[in-house]
Nanobody, 123 residues
């Protein structure tokens, strides 16, 4: 089982990036997949989550980020628009076998964290 996050990079404020979380060893439609991020000196925080057509977003990304998945490619995407300086972080994806939707941001429900991809927003 592996989750591989990619697509990060350096972008100016207001720019866009699309992150990918490629899964192997299991089918993403059997699990919830979450995106998290961790900035230097800060705790890892939930960004977005998708499961069986349900999508959830942290308040700080609502209206700017969109999560989606392609079951044929076994990949979950995070489209990030209108990026801000404070979006700078390492972004991770992980799977959740089962969780109460109200707790989608709770780290203990997740397993098989990917290695992360760096997103830097800077002018």
């Amino acid at each position: 089982v592996q989750l591989q996050a990619s697509g990060g990079g350096l972008v100016q404020p207001g720019g866009s990036l699309r992150l990918s979380c490629a899964a192997s060893g299991f089918a993403i439609d059997d699990y919830g997949i979450g995106w998290f991020r961790q900035a230097p000196g800060k705790e890892r925080e939930g960004v977005s989550f998708i499961n069986v057509g349900r999508k959830f977003y942290a308040d700080f990304v609502k209206g700017r980020f969109t999560i989606s998945r392609d079951d044929a490619k076994n990949t979950v995407y995070l489209q990030m628009n209108s990026l801000k300086l404070e979006d700078t972080a390492v972004y991770y994806c992980a799977r959740a076998p089962r969780l109460p939707f109200s707790l989608w941001q709770a780290l203990p429900y997740y397993e098989h964290w990917g290695q992360g991809t760096q997103v830097t927003v800077s002018s």
